[in-house]
Structure formats: C-alpha cells, structure tokens
C-alpha cells in the first residue's frame, strides 16, 4: 500500500503539472461517496428475506426425501458461494475506492500524502474478508465463471478487447471506461484497467493511462495482471518525467514477481532509465 501511495502521488502531482482543472472538487468527492452509499444499501437488502423458505423435499420414500433434502442443500450451497463472491467484489472496490477518495482529500486540503496509511476494509476486519485471500485465488480470465459476471457484461468486455485489438484506441478507452462505470467490483476489472491503460498510451495521454495502470494493480496487486500492470505504470511515470518513482516502481516488479517476463522487462526499462 506504501508503494501504491508513493505513485498516486506522483500521478496526482503531474496531474497538478498538467491541468489543474482537471483535479476533483469536494463535491466529486460527495457525489462519488453517495455512489459508495448506494451500493451498501444494495448490499444490505441481499441480507433481507423475501418470503417463507419453501424447500421441495417431497418424496414417497426415506431414500427419496434425503436425496431431495441433499439436492436442497447443494443448491443453497451454490447461492452462498456465489453471494459470498458478491459481497467480496463489493468490499475489495469499495475498499479501494475509498483508499482513493482518501487520497485525493488530503491532496486536495494540501496534506502530507506519505502520512497515510493502510486503507481500512470496508465493513471491518470481518471473518469473511480476513478469510478471502486464503480461499479466493486469482483466476485466469478463461476461467472465470459465467454466474459470476453480470448480464452483459463479458459481451461488453469482448467489445472493448476487440476495439484495442483493431487499434481503435479512442473507441477502445470509451468502452473500457464505460465498462469499469458500469460493473463496480468485476472480476474482470483489473484487465479491463490495464487494456484501457494500453488504449490511452495508444492515444498518447500518458498521464491517465498511468491511472489506469495504477487502479489495475490496486484492484488486484497478485493476481494474474498485476505484474504487467506495474512494470506498465513504472513505465509510464518514466515517460512522464517522474524518474525517481518509476526506479522504485520498477523495482517493486522483480521484488513481487521475480522471474515473471514483467521482471524482465522492468530491468532493462530500469536500464533505459539510469536508475542506480
């Protein structure tokens, strides 16, 4: 979190640099804690029952009531899984969108960044987040399950891959901006992050493309794209002219991912940069 608050900072700065009307007023920030309001309230009412429970488990037979009664019980296992699933995107983003709302108040009220720390979960340190890491692992984007996207929401995805793959980089970070609007806490949002990232580089707005790389990697810092997400925002603050924060980020890749083809290419960026 301290690496990831020392390129925020960064970031924020040459925001400054480049277009001060471009930093957000408290009222964004009002407006974007009422969306994190919202989606607690959403949250709290899969909490409320609908009805009375009205379990099938008719049957003839003993044999026939206890195979219904463990069809019932599999079923209920599958929804608790999947609104476990739920419960985690929402924490993580929300989490996250908070650390960053946290970020741009002391900014914006001309504090000391590096006096910030860890976010807190969002909820609390509840058994369930603290169990998350250790039984959700990182999953490649083929595996991801349906159940788990919303209507939609792999067909938007496609799009915007598509969109980056034909080299329609404007459409393509249109889509993929769209897309992380649309579904808060995706799975499939530290991807999308990174290919809207390599859309704006293809637009040559290397400042937020470096926001995008950084949001990425804050979205998922172990998963399967988070080491090219780094040695991507490391890369991006050295054509930005931030020298010092991209050598500690590029090294933050062979530290977090020795041996991955991301590590590779941090040193010889770090090469190309003169870091000591």
């Given at each position: 979190?301290?690496?990831?608050?020392?390129?925020?900072a960064a970031v924020v700065a040459t925001a400054g640099v480049a277009n001060a009307q471009d930093q957000q007023t408290l009222a964004d920030i009002r407006?974007?804690?009422t969306v994190l309001h919202v989606e607690i309230q959403r949250l709290k009412r899969e909490f409320s029952t609908t009805g009375s429970p009205a379990p099938n488990l008719a049957g003839s037979s003993?044999?026939?009531?206890?195979?219904?009664?463990e069809a019932e019980l599999q079923r209920l296992t599958r929804q608790t899984e999947q609104l476990n699933q739920r419960v985690q995107n929402i924490v993580t983003d929300g989490t996250n969108r908070i650390g960053d709302l946290e970020f741009r108040l002391v900014e914006l009220e001309?504090?000391?960044?590096s006096t910030l720390g860890e976010t807190s979960t969002l909820g609390g340190d509840s058994d369930i987040a603290a169990a998350a890491p250790a039984t959700i692992a990182p999953a490649e984007p083929a595996q991801i399950e349906q159940g788990e996207l919303a209507v939609?929401?792999?067909?938007?995805?496609d799009t915007a891959s598509q969109a980056l793959?034909?080299?329609?980089?404007?459409?393509a970070a249109e889509q993929?901006?769209?897309f992380e609007t649309s579904y808060p806490g995706s799975p499939l949002a530290p991807e999308a992050n990174l290919k809207r990232g390599q859309a704006l580089v293809g637009l040559g707005d290397t400042r937020e493309a470096a926001r995008a790389f950084l949001a990425s990697f804050t979205g998922d810092s172990e998963g399967t794209f988070a080491p090219e997400a780094l040695f991507e925002l490391g890369s991006a603050l050295g054509r930005l002219g931030q020298t010092d924060q991209a050598c500690i980020t590029l090294s933050e890749v062979g530290v977090r991912f020795p041996g991955s083809a991301s590590a590779t290419n941090a040193t010889q960026e770090m090469a190309s940069l003169g870091c000591s």
């Amino acid at each position: 979190m301290r690496v990831a608050g020392w390129i925020l900072a960064a970031v924020v700065a040459t925001a400054g640099v480049a277009n001060a009307q471009d930093q957000q007023t408290l009222a964004d920030i009002r407006q974007e804690l009422t969306v994190l309001h919202v989606e607690i309230q959403r949250l709290k009412r899969e909490f409320s029952t609908t009805g009375s429970p009205a379990p099938n488990l008719a049957g003839s037979s003993v044999l026939e009531r206890v195979d219904a009664i463990e069809a019932e019980l599999q079923r209920l296992t599958r929804q608790t899984e999947q609104l476990n699933q739920r419960v985690q995107n929402i924490v993580t983003d929300g989490t996250n969108r908070i650390g960053d709302l946290e970020f741009r108040l002391v900014e914006l009220e001309g504090g000391d960044l590096s006096t910030l720390g860890e976010t807190s979960t969002l909820g609390g340190d509840s058994d369930i987040a603290a169990a998350a890491p250790a039984t959700i692992a990182p999953a490649e984007p083929a595996q991801i399950e349906q159940g788990e996207l919303a209507v939609g929401e792999r067909a938007d995805f496609d799009t915007a891959s598509q969109a980056l793959a034909d080299g329609n980089f404007q459409a393509a970070a249109e889509q993929f901006a769209t897309f992380e609007t649309s579904y808060p806490g995706s799975p499939l949002a530290p991807e999308a992050n990174l290919k809207r990232g390599q859309a704006l580089v293809g637009l040559g707005d290397t400042r937020e493309a470096a926001r995008a790389f950084l949001a990425s990697f804050t979205g998922d810092s172990e998963g399967t794209f988070a080491p090219e997400a780094l040695f991507e925002l490391g890369s991006a603050l050295g054509r930005l002219g931030q020298t010092d924060q991209a050598c500690i980020t590029l090294s933050e890749v062979g530290v977090r991912f020795p041996g991955s083809a991301s590590a590779t290419n941090a040193t010889q960026e770090m090469a190309s940069l003169g870091c000591s």
